[in-house]
């Protein structure tokens, strides 16, 4: 079974640029996430998505940060403009519906460098 | 709101040694509780679970044991390798098993390094 993948695995930008992230979860899985994990902390919930619904985005800067699921399954997730304090691997993670622990399964992560 | 608590690393020990991690945690209701795994250039794996009280996760060697009591889910293993070193994290998630599959939240991670 293939694993949640995402891309690019690294990018360098400068503040006040955009930037965009892929993900593609298993296949099948209803729920996704995006999370944004800083240097030297545990990851943080931007936005929860179950099929094309959002579920959870109270963490989501909106001024700057967006996100879709079209048709429920690829996603983005969008910095416009970006920040210095965005600097940060996000992460995405996908879980089945029918799992009774909610076990997340997460890519390898980009690692965004804003300078 | 929910929290975890992850003792201070970064955590140095020699291969075979004794390995604890301290996690607690704060929520109201009966959270699940996680331990993940991220291995250098890897992404975060599941390492093993506990959805309820006095339930024992338990993967790799490695044992976690859910007490509400104390609010803790500690991490151990008997004998470490080289091999184990990576970065491990605790987590909690409230809504496991429910309708609204929600959010993991995790603490700030323990960086553990095994020499041999």
């Known amino acids: 079974e293939a694993g949640v993948a995402q891309s690019p695995r690294y990018k360098i930008i400068e503040k006040r640029q955009s930037v965009a992230f892929w993900c593609n979860p298993i296949?099948?899985?209803?729920?996704l996430y995006w999370y944004q994990q800083i240097l030297g902390q545990g990851p943080k919930l931007l936005i929860q998505?179950?099929?094309?619904?959002?579920?959870?985005d109270s963490q989501l800067p909106k001024d700057r940060f967006s996100a879709e699921r079209l048709k429920g399954v690829d996603s983005t997730l969008k910095i416009q403009p970006a920040k210095l304090e965005d600097s940060a691997v996000y992460l995405c993670?996908?879980?089945?519906?029918?799992?009774?622990?909610?076990?997340?399964?997460f890519g390898p992560g980009t690692r965004l460098t804003v300078l | 709101g929910d929290s975890v608590t992850q003792m201070e690393g970064p955590v140095t020990l020699s291969e075979e040694a004794f390995l604890t991690i301290n996690c607690t945690y704060t929520?109201?209701?009966?959270?699940?509780l996680f331990w993940y795994v991220q291995y250098p250039g890897e992404g975060l794996q599941l390492l093993l679970k506990?959805?309820?009280?006095?339930d024992k996760g338990s993967n790799k060697g490695f044992e976690a044991t859910y007490r509400k009591e104390t609010t803790s889910f500690h991490l151990e293993k008997g004998s470490v390798q080289v091999s184990d070193s990576a970065v491990y994290f605790c987590?909690?998630?409230?809504?496991?098993?429910?309708?609204?599959?929600?959010?993991?939240?995790f603490g700030q991670g323990t960086i553990l390094t095994v020499h041999p």
């Open positions: 998505f179950q099929n094309n619904g959002v579920v959870d």
């Open positions: 993670a996908s879980s089945d519906r029918d799992s009774s622990y909610n076990e997340q399964f």
């Open positions: 929520a109201t209701g009966y959270p699940s």
């Open positions: 987590a909690l998630n409230k809504d496991a098993g429910g309708t609204s599959y929600g959010k993991l939240t």
């Open positions: 506990a959805t309820k009280a006095d």
């Open positions: 296949s099948g899985h209803a729920t």
